[in-house]
């Protein structure tokens, strides 16, 4: 079975200009963005079995019913915030395929399936922030919040002749829910570059846990300041290791993004 599809997002990469650190003025930074990754891991389907699964991005563009991801943060002299939401829902199937396993065991000769697979996502992060260091070359910010990961997939399946002793119903269905929290800490900054200061490399890492064993993130990119705003293109890495028992065993997201800010007082 290679129908999983979800998605994940931090746009951090957001970060206010190094003037934000001294000014008594409320500051405020947005960014509307695409992340197109390639997904990896491993979860728990029909009788308990574990399939892992790989969707790339073609697969994920095929079957994309609607999505919305987008950042907002906000800043008073080196104190600052920021909430990230992405939010995804994907459905597909697959008719007359033998690509799965049940019990550890593929599918006899001569069976086949026709899968149906529904998928709905938000994760949401909130952080605070202080800046540590700023001057014309670089600005550094130190973070601490939390992330949630909500999920729910929804696997139907027919069979197209007797299993035998695997015994599964012909006709069925199984959900996969999963809403996690975890505690994160991390840094991102940027780096100038240019007379004006108009090119730039954003990043980002973070590394949480909590109700799930490890969570951490990376991001580095490149962006080009206008007068109306930034345009910011990134490549984006976002890992989970999920408890044991849990219906989705580990989790993997990479690929590129990209997005348009705003700045405003």
Do not use: C
Request: proline share 4%; net charge negative.
């Amino acid at each position: 079975m290679r129908q999983l599809i979800t998605s994940i997002v931090l746009a951090s990469f957001t970060a206010l200009p190094a003037s934000a650190q001294t000014s008594d003025k409320w500051e405020f930074g947005a960014i509307v963005y695409g992340w197109l990754p390639n997904i990896d891991g491993a979860a728990r389907f029909p009788n308990d079995s574990s399939r892992d699964f790989d969707v790339d991005v073609s697969s994920i563009l095929d079957h994309l019913k609607f999505t919305f991801m987008g950042t907002l943060e906000a800043r008073k002299g080196p104190w600052g915030a920021f909430t990230d939401i992405i939010y995804m829902d994907v459905g597909g199937s697959k008719s007359q395929t033998r690509d799965i396993t049940l019990g550890g065991i593929t599918l006899p000769a001569g069976v086949t399936a026709d899968l149906n697979l529904d998928l709905k996502a938000a994760i949401w992060t909130i952080a605070g922030e202080y800046r540590v260091a700023s001057d014309r070359t670089a600005n550094v910010d130190l973070l601490a919040g939390a992330r949630s990961i909500d999920m729910k997939q929804n696997l139907g399946w027919n069979f197209s002749a007797d299993l035998g002793p695997l015994n599964p119903s012909r006709t069925g269905s199984k959900e996969i829910s999963v809403t996690k929290w975890d505690a994160i800490i991390g840094a991102k900054g940027r780096l100038y570059f240019g007379d004006n200061r108009e090119w730039f490399a954003p990043w980002y890492v973070d590394v949480g846990t909590g109700q799930t064993d490890l969570t951490w993130q990376a991001i580095g990119g490149i962006g080009y300041a206008y007068k109306w705003g930034e345009v910011i293109a990134a490549w984006r890495y976002l890992d989970y290791r999920f408890k044991s028992g849990a219906p989705i065993d580990n989790m993997s997201f990479s690929g590129p993004a990209l997005g348009v800010a705003f700045h405003w007082q």
